[in-house]
């Protein structure tokens, strides 16, 4: 609101607030949805969604992700977000708890508790490299857990998760019977040579694995609101319900465009990968010269996660700087640059700012985070 403002008012404000791509939708899946008005595509679907669709979700989830669902394993919604609330919905009961990795994915604890579930929170820092230990998820699980929510590559740290520390998870996960709710969809968003891995592709888990994905990061279609599901009969079954009872099937136009996206060129996602990598490394190098900040390579997402702790109850102009919150102020009113504090993701003294803007834009950032660091640095 505070950066609307000062736009409003005639100020030059960057933001890097951005949680999704700033590319356009591929060419070919805007005709696909074109067509399917033309046709009078346009009318309910079946609930779970429409063949073609379903056909090649299938097909996506086998090749890339070593995934094998009966189509009818398969649920098509309206956006990544609500595939994962209808699962909780469908699995959460009053009183059991959902294991969540800190930093997370704003939306997590808030479905958690609007199902009457308890979220319950597990902290990484900068020096695991923001990723939980088995040990830490273990400590973490009694007789109430349901769940775990497991998000990689990750926002709001864009840590990345290698197959090794997946298959240490996944023994926690099969030695607790828990259900392991995998929030993929940055997927395809992986830098230099981290590899995305499937945790529902662990044999002796995938029974008790959700994998949750969509097209809104891979194929910057968030407007578009198509996310899905691959799980077992019973999950999918149950989420179904919930959905058929509260929104139905998504978009009829939109399932039409993301089946032309999944089975079309892949190409522009390999050039999205290519320029957000280019952003990553000219904000990293340009920040990895701020004297008294850390900055950790991300392997994935286009999100950077600084931990700001050193300039924590630094003093400008008569005010101490209490937090992450005060620091993104300062930022905000001083530099005129807009980000979002790491408290929203469970991480007080980070900040968060996302490179899914122009280079121009990436080019003023990294003078006005330099020029603030300064400030803060030696007071100002
Ligand atoms: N999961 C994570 C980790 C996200 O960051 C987001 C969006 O920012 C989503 C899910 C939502 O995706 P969708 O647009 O498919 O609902």
Redesign the pocket.
């Given at each position: 609101m505070r950066a609307r403002q000062l736009r409003e008012q005639g100020a030059d404000v960057v933001s890097l607030t951005a949680?999704?791509p700033d590319f356009p939708t591929p060419m070919h899946v805007k005709m696909a949805a074109i067509r399917a008005i033309e046709e009078n595509f346009t009318h309910y679907t079946s609930n779970a969604g429409i063949p073609e669709l379903l056909k090649a979700i299938q097909q996506k989830f086998e090749k890339d992700n070593n995934l094998k669902f009966d189509t009818k394993q398969l649920l098509v919604s309206?956006?990544?977000?609500?595939?994962?609330y209808n699962v909780l919905q469908a699995i959460c009961n009053k009183g059991d708890e959902v294991v969540i990795a800190a930093p997370f994915?704003v939306?997590y604890p808030e479905m958690v508790r609007l199902v009457d579930a308890k979220p319950v929170i597990v902290s990484a820092d900068a020096e695991s490299r923001y990723k939980i230990t088995p040990q830490q998820l273990r400590k973490a699980i009694n007789q109430h857990t349901k769940a775990f929510i497991f998000?990689s590559p990750?926002?709001p740290t864009g840590a990345v998760y290698s197959q090794g520390e997946i298959e240490e998870l996944a023994e926690v996960i099969q030695e607790t019977g828990i259900f392991v709710i995998a929030?993929e969809?940055?997927e395809k968003l992986v830098y230099d040579k981290a590899k995305h891995f499937s945790i529902g592709s662990i044999k002796e888990i995938a029974e008790q694995v959700v994998t949750?994905n969509?097209?809104?990061?891979a194929y910057a279609m968030?407007g578009w609101?198509?996310?899905f599901l691959g799980a077992s009969k019973s999950i999918v079954d149950g989420a179904a319900k919930v959905q058929s009872q509260v929104t139905s099937n998504a978009s009829s136009i939109s399932q039409r465009a993301a089946t032309a996206a999944l089975c079309g060129p892949q190409q522009e996602i390999a050039d999205m990968v290519t320029e957000f990598q280019r952003r990553r490394d000219f904000i990293c190098d340009r920040l990895a010269k701020v004297p008294g900040l850390d900055v950790n390579r991300p392997q994935g997402?286009f999100y950077m996660f600084l931990p700001v702790k050193n300039f924590v109850n630094k003093r400008i102009k008569n005010t101490v700087m209490k937090d992450d919150m005060d620091i993104c102020r300062f930022f905000l009113d001083e530099e005129l640059l807009a980000m979002v504090p790491g408290g929203a993701f469970g991480a007080k003294d980070h900040i968060r700012l996302s490179y899914a803007c122009s280079m121009k834009d990436l080019e003023k950032s990294a003078k006005r985070l330099q020029s603030g660091f300064k400030k803060l640095q030696e007071g100002w």
């Open positions: 949680g999704e309206c956006g990544a977000k609500h595939s994962i994915w939306s998000n990750n926002n929030d969809i940055y949750v969509g097209v809104s990061k968030t609101r198509i996310g997402a």
